[in-house]
Nanobody
Framework: QVQLVESGGGLVQAGGSLRLSCAAS????????MAWYRQAPEKAREFVAA???????NYADSVKGRFTISRDNSKNTVYLQMNSLKPEDTAVYYC?????????WGQGTQVTVSS
């Protein structure tokens, strides 16, 4: 079992920044790669960013150049630094293992960007 706890969301004005955290506990040794996803109201959950075991990263086109994913293996924590936020970034943000064979999800953290 893996438990995921996201935090760091909040209300920010357009152009502002937030840093999200995802703390993993439980069977974390089986996790090599992690990703962030988001779900806006009445929309499907979508991929945001991923970080792989070798340190490589991948981003959705909509966030490239604005968001940065990183990890601290000593803390079993993955971060998402979000800069130059836009109203369209408003969503609940979730982290998950890659691949997510057991469908592990945290409760998410709400990010609201005002115009």
């Amino acid at each position: 079992q893996v438990q995921l706890v996201e935090s760091g969301g909040g209300l920010v004005q357009a152009g502002g920044s937030l840093r999200l955290s995802c703390a993993a506990s439980g069977s974390v040794a089986v996790i090599n790669s992690m990703a962030w996803y988001r779900q806006a109201p009445e929309k499907a959950r979508e991929f945001v960013a991923a970080i792989f075991s070798g340190g490589n990263t991948n981003y959705a086109d909509s966030v490239k150049g604005r968001f940065t994913i990183s990890r601290d293996n000593s803390k079993n924590t993955v971060y998402l630094q979000m800069n130059s936020l836009k109203p369209e970034d408003t969503a609940v943000y979730y982290c998950a293992p890659v691949p997510n064979r057991n469908n592990y999800w945290g409760q998410g953290t709400q990010v609201t960007v005002s115009s």
